[in-house]
């Protein structure tokens, strides 16, 4: 079965620093992985996902993840995070059997701090 | 924009009581998954419609039930609600393809804030 894992329940950042959000997996196969955010009270956000290709994937809002097959890791990145980066980021796999959906992340709460 | 759009946004029912939610999905999109978010925890899915018929389903009990419709909006029913059965439910829409395994992306609603006293 398909696992995710998010080390860190709290990320605080200073606006304008460069800001990280690590996310580790467990796949039988090839990973499909997202990334989500959520703001209060708020349904989730699209952010980026990697299916294939780059190890460097683009999304919205500036942020970027990193694939890294060996260290089976996905992280999020924003070279400078904004206040409004403020949210609860979540990591999802692809669940290649119960319907193809997703299996996700703790979440990391993400502060960035003026 | 997501596009899709989830009713109503808070609900308080008591203890027995049931349920219904209701999820429209982004136009085009064929593929309605319902997952249960606990505060402080991650979804956690419940079941998928593709094309009407249920194609998933998570480990839920039989008194999560659903529904798609010809237009595939969808409903989440639940009967004899517990307290444990407080959460917020997100309803996510997608173009399946009938792919395995499929890449397609979910687009969440906002959610149906359900309370159980």
């Known amino acids: 079965a398909q696992s995710v894992a998010q080390p860190e329940d709290q990320v605080n950042v200073a606006e304008g620093n460069p800001l990280t959000v690590k996310c580790t997996y467990s796949?039988?196969?090839?990973?499909?992985l997202f990334w989500y955010v959520q703001y209060p009270n708020r349904g989730l956000q699209f952010l980026l996902k990697?299916?294939?290709?780059?190890?460097l994937v683009k999304g919205s809002y500036g942020f970027e993840a990193e694939f890294n097959k060996s260290q089976t890791s996905f992280h999020l990145k924003k070279p400078s995070a904004l206040v409004s980066d403020s949210a609860l980021y979540f990591c999802?796999?692809?669940?290649?059997?119960?319907?193809?959906?997703?299996?996700f992340g703790p979440g990391t709460r993400l502060s960035v701090l003026p | 924009e997501t596009g899709v759009t989830q009713s109503p946004t808070h609900l308080i029912k008591t203890r027995g009581q049931q349920v219904t939610l209701r999820c429209s999905s982004q136009?085009?999109?064929?593929?309605v998954s319902w997952y249960q978010q606990a505060l402080g925890q991650g979804p956690q899915f419940i079941f998928q419609?593709?094309?009407?018929?249920?194609?998933g389903r998570g480990n839920f009990p039989p008194r999560f039930s659903g529904l798609q419709f010809p237009n595939y909006s969808s409903e989440l029913n639940v009967n004899a609600l517990e307290l444990d059965d407080s959460a917020l439910y997100l309803c996510?829409?997608?173009?399946?393809?009938?792919?395995?395994?499929?890449?397609?992306?979910?687009?969440f609603g906002p959610g149906t804030r359900l309370t159980v006293l």
């Open positions: 996510a829409s997608s173009q399946g393809r009938g792919r395995i395994p499929s890449t397609d992306t979910q687009y």
């Open positions: 796949v039988s196969g090839n990973p499909y």
């Open positions: 990697y299916i294939t290709g780059d190890n």
């Open positions: 999802a796999v692809r669940d290649l059997g119960v319907g193809q959906n997703f299996v």
């Open positions: 136009s085009g999109h064929n593929t």
């Open positions: 419609y593709y094309r009407e018929e249920e194609n």
